[in-house]
């Protein structure tokens, strides 16, 4: 009872200094009007210790709309919150409660991009597969009290072809683009057409990396600048 008492004297006096705030519980850390859409559990800094990543979702009923095919379909956006394992407690890294569309965004002739979250060898890795037109994924990590995105994958298919694709480490500055020579090529019963890709490495000119914090929409961000 003793170190439950010191524990929440301690945090309280933390926060209302301003300092670090913990919780001993992720879920405590969504805010009034979200819910928990997925958890990923995994460790972040390096620790060996399983950290927490919460996908939240909104609950405005307000967002709810009635699709003509779809029926019902909630478009609360999405958010991300990272908390990183202290033993006892955890402490919030990141909170971002809007940067990610919902899930039952209009896909046109197409179902959206799917979203995912993924936690591997200290790196945070947030993904949309968009089925047979390719992928993108941001890769962030741990380091100037946030994280900070150092990589960028995208590949561009149509089908089974990779039409381009294209890698930035924002580390070492450095921006790879993969060209399929045979894109336009089709497969056939008598012919398989390999996809064959030239290669081409330009510089990428950037002062400060992007921390996930400051990021308003996922879908808005323009990489093309780079």
């Given amino acids: 009872m003793r170190k439950i008492l010191t524990f929440l004297i301690t945090t309280l006096t933390l926060t209302a200094f301003g300092q670090v705030e913990s919780k001993q519980n992720p879920s405590d850390f969504v805010p009034k009007g979200y819910i928990v859409f997925e958890k990923i559990n995994g460790d972040l800094n390096k620790d060996g210790i399983e950290d927490c990543v919460l996908l939240i979702k909104g609950t405005d009923k307000s967002k709810i709309v009635t699709d003509e095919f779809k029926g019902k379909l909630d478009r609360n956006r999405r958010g ?23 899930e039952n965004e209009d896909g046109g002739v197409y179902y959206p991009p799917e979203l995912s979250i993924e936690i591997g060898k200290g790196n945070l890795y947030i993904q949309y597969r ?9 890769t962030f990590r741990h380091q100037n009290a946030g994280f900070e995105l150092i990589g960028y994958d995208l590949s561009v298919n149509r089908g089974p072809v990779t039409q381009y694709a294209i890698s930035i480490n924002f580390l070492t500055k450095k921006k790879l683009t993969k060209d399929n020579i045979n894109k336009d090529k089709e497969n056939s019963d008598e012919e398989y057409v390999e996809d064959v890709f030239v290669e081409n490495w330009e510089k990428v000119n950037i002062e400060k990396l992007l921390k996930l914090s400051e990021i308003k929409d996922f879908d808005k961000i323009d990489m093309s600048i780079y």
């Fill in 80 to 102: 991300i919150i990272v908390l990183l394992n202290k033993k006892e407690h955890y402490e919030p890294v990141v909170k971002n409660y809007d940067c990610f569309s919902s």
């Fill in 130 to 138: 968009h089925g047979r037109y390719g992928y993108w994924h941001y």
